[in-house]
């Protein structure tokens, strides 16, 4: 074990990056080797046990909670080990498998201060509060002293607070920093494994940018952290990849957790809201803020109490700020939203337990102003989720998750996370998985994920595609429930009915895992439509109608510097169009992830979503006779389904709901198509404006169509004579539409037009 260790440990070095975290069976084997040391590798062993094994309930972490509870019971023994050691190792296992031995240990009077402490600090608790509870309740001081700790939150006073001034160099990415550039799908592969795919950040040169890697190990050489800094910094979609890559340059390790980042500053002109909230899990410190004046390698000085950035040891200010709120302070002392939120929560639980008053160590949300006037519909629908009438813009929340979807190339990340948070069974009512972005072209590591991650999230109650079956979103759509609040790992999931917040990997797994998301509930945005649809326009051009208005009025600009956008971070609303069909509904609420929003609603009558649901419930039946699982599951969405339809009730908008923008726009006035050029869905132009322009390629297909698409695409092609004089891709959302359409003829005159035809999923 130890030869080829070392023997990998020198591949990875020659990469230039760290060795991969001990999996189960490397340990199994460490175990052995702790227990017969060969010489002259006791520390090493040691080492390796202490700071290369993940935590949680990962599979490695199995075997050395194991081992570590059986050196501290005497169960087993070494000569390099002790048992109160061993202990202390247990400690540091985040939660998961080392809980049941620390909380058994406070009954050994030898170790139980060792596991005491141990427990204070450990946060993934869980029901397992319960048993510390009891003891505590029987008289063991020890369990007593736990609960303390927790009620006074030492696990957080413990920790440094966020200095009044931090010292940083700066990296600056000028324009638009997307997602893909700093974790390019490509590389989609190497995610999980987040110091090999820190190395694919910015690949792509770009201005001012040759080798990311190097500019930055260059600027470290100036002894201070480094912040990424940018003109328009994480838009795209929400894959926290881009998060680890940044802060695997920029963040700091995690004592005892390998391979793994947090901290860092992140400064943007504009900040996309999925990438600024998968910052905040993180414990990373964001902000926005004029850049202009921020220059590569300029090293500054942040004094985050007043909101000001100066060049470094100097009174000349760069650049004002305001943190979104002061709570983002502990979030980065915690080590991260996510932390924060179970800690805080595992304080208030303990101050219960032991009837003291709420806690005032924290920072907690501020009284929103009091406003008398009604609630828009995506307040009523958070509101419903969190058991209130409406949830008020900037209020804290956590609404219910009723539906949470997870995609293939983030769903080995979540996979990690949900290890981390020690979760063996899911909270949220529904968890999706999908393959539909490896399906096509899988590499050998995604024929593993695709063997694997279906298990995984079945035996925790989640719902598991198969390779085929096409787009997670054509799915996860028909699994809906009206007014009710949701999540995906991917950027594009955007509900059509009820209303998703999209987030990374992190919060996906957290919502998934806890039934619960943390929300700063996002001002709203009107897009109200009139008038009649003219001939020869269809719904894809009021999708860029939207844009289109924004830009007339001057709440949109195409230019990335100084750039606006009155849709970033809000919710998108959509009224006028109330009787659309649920799949055209989704046209225009997919596309409010272009517009960087931080969700979307529609207001749809009761017919199209009465004939919806009762076309999924024949699909999810399907899906149970086919063997699709979890079958539990599925059935009590079917039965949620059923249950709404027996008694059809749609929240609705107050008349006098306050919005933070209304745009109108006059669908009489649309006497054309309007259409996003490449590469910028902001750009739109009209017909007439870009006629002409020769087109290389077409590509239909992308969680953007339904099958009417594909129908309109076939009546068009057999209009066709000779060879296209482009190159057509066609790839149908579902496996479902692709053997309708081949019913239907159409896969016989894509042929004939010379079509690339390609599985149904978005792997392209």
């Given at each position: ?9 020198a591949e990875r070095a020659a990469e230039g990056i760290v ?484 987030a990374g990997s992190g919060l996906v797994a957290f919502a ?253």
């Open positions: 074990m130890l030869e080829n260790y070392h023997k990998h440990v060795p991969k975290p001990l999996n189960a069976e490397q340990t199994a084997a460490l175990v052995e080797l702790i227990k017969q040391p060969p010489a002259g590798e006791e520390a090493f062993i040691l080492d390796l046990l202490a700071n290369r094994i993940p935590a949680g309930v990962d599979e490695a972490a199995y075997v050395k909670a194991g081992f570590l509870a059986a050196i501290a019971n005497g169960e087993a023994l070494s000569p390099i080990l002790s048992p109160a050691k061993a202990t202390e190792l247990l400690g540091t296992m985040l939660g998961g498998y080392n809980i049941s031995p620390l909380i058994a240990l406070l009954d050994n009077s030898d170790l139980a201060s060792i596991a005491a402490t141990a427990l204070s600090h450990t946060l993934l608790i869980f029901e397992a509060f319960h048993d510390v509870q009891e003891k505590a309740d029987a008289g063991n001081a020890y369990a007593k002293q736990v609960l303390l700790s927790w009620a006074e939150a030492e696990w957080f006073t413990r920790k440094p607070d966020v200095p009044a001034k931090m010292t940083v160099t700066v990296f600056k990415v000028t324009g638009e920093t997307n997602t893909d550039d700093l974790s390019p799908a490509p590389d989609a592969w190497s995610r999980p494994d987040i110091p090999l795919h820190a190395k694919a950040m910015l690949k792509n040169p770009r201005e001012g940018i040759t080798n990311a890697e190097q500019q930055i190990m260059a600027l470290k050489e100036k002894g201070f952290p480094i912040a990424y800094v940018g003109d328009v910094v994480g838009t795209g979609s929400s894959r926290k990849s881009a998060t680890n890559s940044v802060l695997w340059f920029m963040g700091n390790d995690i004592p005892y957790i390998p391979n793994k980042r947090d901290g860092g500053v992140c400064i943007g002109g504009k900040i996309a809201p999925i990438f600024f909230n998968t910052m905040e899990d993180s414990g990373a410190l964001p902000f926005e803020c004029d850049v202009s004046r921020l220059k590569m390698g300029d090293v500054i000085d942040i004094f985050v109490q007043e909101g000001l950035v100066k060049r470094h040891d100097s009174d000349e200010v760069l650049c004002e700020f305001s943190l979104k709120t002061d709570i983002i302070l502990d979030e980065v002392r915690a080590g991260g939203r996510i932390p924060l939120i179970i800690g805080r929560g595992l304080t208030d639980r303990a101050r219960k337990a032991l009837g003291l008053p709420p806690s005032t160590v924290f920072r907690r949300p501020g009284d929103t102003a009091i406003s008398t006037k009604g609630f828009t519909l995506a307040q009523k629908m958070v509101g419903k989720a969190c058991g209130v009438t409406g949830i008020r813009p900037h209020t804290y929340c956590e609404p219910h998750m009723t539906t949470v979807g997870s995609q293939d190339t983030t769903g080995p990340m979540t996979r990690d996370e949900l290890k981390d948070l020690a979760c063996l069974g899911f909270s949220a009512d529904l968890v999706l998985q999908s393959f539909c972005h490896t399906a096509a072209y899988p590499k050998p590591v995604d024929i593993e994920m695709q063997h694997t991650l279906p298990d995984f999230m079945m035996t925790r109650g989640g719902v598991s595609l198969r390779p085929g079956d096409g787009i997670i979103h054509s799915w996860l759509n028909r699994m809906l429930l009206p007014d009710t609040v949701g999540t995906g790992g991917d950027s594009h999931t955007r509900f059509p009915i009820g209303i998703s917040f999209p998934a895992a806890t039934g619960v998301m943390p929300l700063d509930m996002p001002e709203s945005v009107l897009v109200r439509f009139k008038g009649e649809m003219q001939p020869g326009v269809t719904l894809r051009d009021l999708v860029n109608a939207i844009p289109y208005a924004a830009i007339q009025r001057g709440l949109l600009t195409v230019d990335k510097k100084g750039k606006k956008n009155v849709f970033s971070g809000r919710i998108l609303e959509i009224e006028g169009l109330p009787d659309l069909k649920v799949e055209q509904a989704f046209e225009l609420s997919d596309a409010s992830a272009e517009r960087s929003a931080g969700g979307c609603t529609i207001r749809l009558n009761e017919a199209p979503i009465r004939e919806y649901l009762n076309s999924n419930i024949t699909l999810l039946k399907w899906m149970i006779s086919e063997g699709y699982g979890d079958r539990r599951t599925i059935s009590l969405r079917i039965k949620a389904m059923q249950e709404w339809l027996d008694n059809p009730v749609l929240l609705e908008a107050d008349a006098d709901a306050e919005y933070f923008e209304i745009i109108e726009i006059d669908l009489d006035t649309i006497k054309e198509p309007i259409m996003a050029c490449p590469n910028d869905p902001d750009d739109v132009k009209t017909l007439s404006a870009v006629a002409g322009t020769k087109i290389d390629e077409v590509f239909l297909g992308s969680c953007m169509t339904n099958i009417g698409h594909f129908r309109a695409a076939g009546k068009l092609l057999e209009k066709q004579t000779g060879a296209l004089p482009t190159k057509l891709w066609i790839a149908p959302p579902t496996k479902m539409d692709e053997s309708q359409l081949t019913e239907e003829g159409y896969y016989n005159t894509f042929n004939k037009s010379g079509a690339r035809l390609e599985m149904p999923g978005c792997s392209l």
